[in-house]
């Protein structure tokens, strides 16, 4: 049986894989990590082909040609909220150049709208609610048998117009049974396609555990409250495997949600690299209440990089998303992480529950006090599935509910909350001018030049990122 993982085409760059999906204005394209961890599963016992149409730049037409000539049974087409229209109107032409074919979706958006997904188009047979793994594997297997997908867990499907769907799915319990994602990648993919902004160019990217023990009600990151880590040496294994195999790889992203969850496997993890001597720097997504000793460990173990959830100064705001942080924590975050020598990619989402024009402006000059190496500024995005939607939809605050109109005509960020004082056009604005005040201060500026003088790397990397960036800085 032949399987295609596609990752379909859209705008140029777009990254369905990142928390908020979407063409980004530093350039950074993500990995589509979760469709490659399922078709390594899926290589166990079929043929499967892990197609990333957006990296190859490929039109619907080469697209749907590829798919016609590698006829597969079964086609697994990622999706995001914002490409959904774009996504189902693929799958719809894959379904009719290949009308035996079965065609799933999977992703945050169908999870969290199984019924309207399968309801807007014909050509979608079934999609996959939650952790997708295993529930394609059971799929490909019955499909294989012929035998009814009634039984597929965490499968949603039409049967005779009517959408049926299924018990859910048990979570994976043990994660060291997952094969190594970057393994996949040099199997199928081209690291060379992939960019970081905040990372050194080439990187790859793994996850060493799924799930956060934290409900931040805006994230529509899959599994929460659901922390599951792999092994400590289960990832030590992986590393040594990018590392031998895939020579050229300058950083490793730990895109876990939150990689410190568990800090004192954190600081296992990080002894075992020492004891192991791998000598890969890498990055990570943490939360400001890392303990300072935990920092410590992490940049004895070749720690880069630190991405940091800052979002508001304000406590209103940040209680109105269950942030559970507070501004003094932030501060003295910063504070351990500069003294320990970590860099910091600091986000903000201006937007806020309780936020005003007042509160916005505290958090970009908070931005700019707090001084991290690179900085993002978001609109809130309210994806279906979030506390953050529901909220959004309760309040009247969705100005549509066209998710092709929550990017605009570029697939750049757009925002369909429309606040009582501030409306959606100038929300975005607010995020441009941020982005243009924090990194045309002078001092900023003159800050990355003697970080480029001293550190020659950083210089490098700073210069592959400002090259999109500075665009839409003039743009903005």
Known sequence: MKILMLNPPFHRRYSRQSRSPCVTKGGTFYYPYFLAYATGVLESEFDVKLIDAVAKDWTREKTVEFAKEFAPELVVVDTSTPSIKNDLEVAGEIKNALPDTHINLVGTHPTALPEETLQGSNGVDSVCRGEYELTLLDLAKTLDAGDTLMGVDGLSFKLDEEVINNRERELLKDLDELPFVSKVYKRHLDVGDYFYASLRYPQVTILT???????????????????????????IEELKYIKKELPGVREVMFEDETFPANQKRTVELCDLMLKEGIKLKWSCNVRVDTKPETLKNMKKAGCRLLCVGFESPTQTALDGVGKKTTKEKQVDFMKNARSTGLLVNGCFILGLPNDTKDSIRETINFAKKLNPDTAQFYPLMVY???????????????????????IDSEGKHSTALNLPEIGSRELVKMCDDARREFYLRPGFIFYKIIQSLKNPEEGLRTLKSARTFIKNIKLS
């Open 384 to 406: 279906p599935g979030t506390a953050s939607y529901a909220w959004a939809k309760e309040k009247g605050y969705l100005e549509t509910e066209d998710y092709s109109k929550w």
């Open 209 to 235: 555990a799924r799930g956060c023990p934290y409900n931040c009600s805006f994230c529509n990151a899959p599994f929460k409250n659901s922390y599951r880590a792999r092994s400590v040496g289960n990832v």
